[in-house]
C-alpha cells in the first residue's frame, strides 16, 4: 500500500490466491486433487466423476454423480446457429483458434451468462453448460477438418464414450468404441484435469475476476493453453520426435542442441515451473503408453525415440543440475496418436481434459469473491518529456 512493489516477473514466486482445489509438491512429484492422489484417480475413477470432484469438492454419491451426468446430458446439444461461426472458419485453421472463439461465442446464445450477481443456481447451470458442450464443440471441429458431416450427441453413452462416438462415429455406418479406447481416454482427460494456478487457470481466474462470464473466461484459458510453452507442448513433443527419426534418431545430438544456449531449441515436453522432479502425470502416461500400444497392436517407432531422449536426458548435468524431466506432455501425444487423433488436435483435448480445473477455479475466485486482478509494475520508462510538433522532431 506503501507504493512499493516486489517484481517478480512471471509470478515465480508469487502466490496468487488460496485454493482448495489442486495440491502440488514440485519437490516430492506429488500431485492431489481435493486431497485424493492423482495415482488413485487415474486408476480408479471417470473423467466426469473426477470433474464432480473438483467442481463440487467431494467425490459424488451415485445419485449424485447420476443427476450430475443427466444436468450435463441436457445441454450437450449446441445450437445449431454455432455452425454460422464453424463455417466461417478456413479449412486448415488451427483447432484451438477455432475452441477459443466458439466457446467464447457460446455467450451469444446465453444472454442470462452475461447477468452480473446472478444466483447460485445460475452460475450453476451455465457450468453445466459448458462442461457439456466442450464435447461437442471438439468432436465438430475434429469433423469439420476431414470435411466429414459432424456427429450429433446420443445420450444413452456416458460423457466420453459419447466424446468418441461424436469424434470417431460416422453417420453412414455404426462404429463400435473399443471400450480400451474409451477408458485410454478417460484416464488422459483426468491426468490433465487441473493443475492449480498454471498459466492457463491464471487466465482463467484473472478474467473471471472482472464478472466476465464463463465462456470468455474459458476461451481466454484456451488462448493460453494454446502456447507451445504451455499445453501446446503436446503437439511440439510429437513434432520434434517426428523431427529426431526422420534425422535418423539421433538423440545426443538433439540432446546436445537442447542443451546449446545458443540454439533457440529446447527438448519439448521436458521441464516444469513447479515440478522440480517426476511430474507424476508423465510417470502414469509413460506407462499406459506401453499397455495401451500393445492392446491395440500399435508399434510406434517415437516411443522409443522419446524413451532414449528421457534415459539420456536424465543422466547429463545439465537436465540433473536444472532438475528437469519429463512432464505430461511429453508421452501424451504418443497416445492420443494410437488413439486416432491427429498432432493439431492433441492441444484441444488437454483444454478438454482442462475444463473441469477451470470451471473449478473460476467458481471458487467467484465464491470467494476475490477483488479483480491487477498487479502492479517497477516503471523503467521515460519520465518528464514536453510534447514537440512533429514539424520539429
Ligand atoms: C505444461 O504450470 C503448469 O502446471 C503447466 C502444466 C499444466 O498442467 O498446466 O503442467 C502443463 O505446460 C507443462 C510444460 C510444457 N512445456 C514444455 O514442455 C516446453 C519445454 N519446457 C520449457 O520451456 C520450460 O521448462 C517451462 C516453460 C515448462 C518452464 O519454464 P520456467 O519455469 O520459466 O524455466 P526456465 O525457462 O527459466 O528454465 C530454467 C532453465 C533455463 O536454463 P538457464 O537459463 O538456467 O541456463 O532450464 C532450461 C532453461 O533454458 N530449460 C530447458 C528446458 N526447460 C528449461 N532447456 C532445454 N530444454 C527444456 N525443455
Given at each position: 500500500q506503501s507504493g512499493?512493489?516486489?517484481?517478480?516477473?512471471?509470478?515465480?514466486?508469487?502466490?496468487?490466491?488460496?485454493?482448495?482445489?489442486?495440491?502440488?509438491?514440485?519437490?516430492?512429484?506429488?500431485?492431489?486433487?481435493?486431497?485424493?492422489?492423482?495415482e488413485q484417480l487415474a486408476e480408479k475413477s471417470t473423467f466426469i466423476e473426477v470433474a464432480y470432484l473438483l467442481i463440487y469438492g467431494e467425490l459424488p454419491t451415485a445419485d449424485q454423480l447420476a443427476k450430475f451426468e443427466y444436468e450435463i446430458s441436457r445441454h450437450t446439444l449446441v445450437h445449431e446457429d454455432m455452425k454460422k461461426f464453424f463455417d466461417g472458419?478456413?479449412?486448415?485453421?488451427?483447432?484451438?483458434?477455432?475452441?477459443?472463439?466458439?466457446?467464447?461465442?457460446?455467450?451469444?446464445?446465453?444472454?442470462?451468462?452475461?447477468?452480473?450477481?446472478?444466483?447460485?443456481?445460475?452460475?450453476?447451470?451455465?457450468?453445466?453448460?459448458?462442461?457439456?458442450?466442450?464435447?461437442?464443440?471438439?468432436?465438430?471441429i475434429y469433423k469439420k477438418s476431414l470435411g466429414h458431416?459432424?456427429?450429433?450427441?446420443?445420450?444413452?453413452?456416458?460423457?466420453?464414450?459419447?466424446?468418441?462416438n461424436m469424434t470417431f462415429g460416422q453417420l453412414t455406418e455404426d462404429v463400435e468404441i473399443d471400450p480400451v479406447v474409451v477408458s485410454a481416454m478417460n484416464t488422459l482427460l483426468i491426468l490433465h484435469a487441473d493443475h492449480e494456478q498454471n498459466c492457463s487457470t491464471s487466465t482463467v481466474r484473472i478474467v473471471g475476476s472482472s464478472e466476465s462470464n464463463i465462456y470468455a473466461s474459458v476461451s481466454a484459458g484456451i488462448s493460453a493453453l494454446w502456447g507451445p510453452l504451455h499445453g501446446g507442448a503436446n503437439q511440439a513433443v510429437i513434432e520434434m520426435l517426428e523431427k529426431i527419426k526422420e534425422d535418423g534418431g539421433d538423440t545426443d545430438?538433439?540432446?546436445?542442441?537442447?542443451?546449446?544456449?545458443?540454439?533457440?531449441?529446447?527438448?519439448?515436453?521436458?521441464?516444469?515451473?513447479?515440478?522440480?522432479?517426476?511430474?507424476?502425470?508423465?510417470?502414469?502416461i509413460k506407462k499406459a503408453c506401453d499397455d495401451i500400444l500393445e492392446k491395440l497392436g500399435i508399434d510406434d517407432e517415437v516411443l522409443e525415440i522419446?524413451?532414449?531422449?528421457?534415459?539420456?536426458?536424465?543422466?547429463?548435468?545439465?537436465?540433473?543440475?536444472?532438475?528437469?524431466?519429463?512432464?505430461?506432455?511429453?508421452?501424451?501425444?504418443?497416445?492420443?496418436?494410437?488413439l486416432g487423433f491427429p498432432t493439431d488436435m492433441f492441444t484441444v483435448l488437454f483444454?478438454?481434459?482442462?475444463?473441469?480445473?477451470?470451471?473449478?477455479?473460476?467458481?471458487?475466485?467467484k465464491q470467494n469473491k476475490e477483488p479483480i486482478g491487477r498487479p502492479r509494475q517497477i516503471y523503467n520508462g521515460a519520465v518528464d518529456r514536453e510534447y514537440v510538433d512533429i514539424a520539429n522532431r
Open positions: 512499493y512493489v516486489t517484481l517478480d516477473v512471471g509470478y515465480k514466486n508469487t502466490g496468487a490466491t488460496q485454493s482448495s482445489i489442486t495440491f502440488l509438491d514440485g519437490e516430492l512429484g506429488i500431485l492431489k486433487y481435493r486431497g485424493y492422489p492423482i472458419f478456413p479449412s486448415k485453421s488451427h483447432p484451438m483458434g477455432q475452441l477459443s472463439s466458439l466457446v467464447c461465442s457460446l455467450s451469444a446464445f446465453y444472454p442470462e451468462s452475461l447477468k452480473s450477481n446472478q444466483t447460485k443456481e445460475e452460475l450453476n447451470q451455465s457450468m453445466i453448460k459448458m462442461l457439456a458442450k466442450m464435447a461437442t464443440i471438439v468432436s465438430w458431416p459432424v456427429m450429433y450427441p446420443l445420450n444413452k453413452f456416458d460423457y466420453v464414450t459419447n466424446f468418441m545430438k538433439w540432446i546436445a542442441k537442447a542443451k546449446d544456449k545458443n540454439d533457440p531449441f529446447r527438448l519439448m515436453g521436458f521441464g516444469h515451473r513447479v515440478y522440480k522432479n517426476f511430474d507424476p502425470r508423465a510417470k502414469i522419446a524413451k532414449r531422449l528421457e534415459e539420456v536426458a536424465l543422466k547429463d548435468p545439465y537436465f540433473v543440475e536444472r532438475k528437469l524431466y519429463p512432464n505430461v506432455d511429453f508421452y501424451s501425444g504418443i497416445i492420443y496418436r494410437a483444454a478438454l481434459g482442462r475444463l473441469p480445473g477451470w470451471i473449478a477455479q473460476w467458481k471458487e475466485m
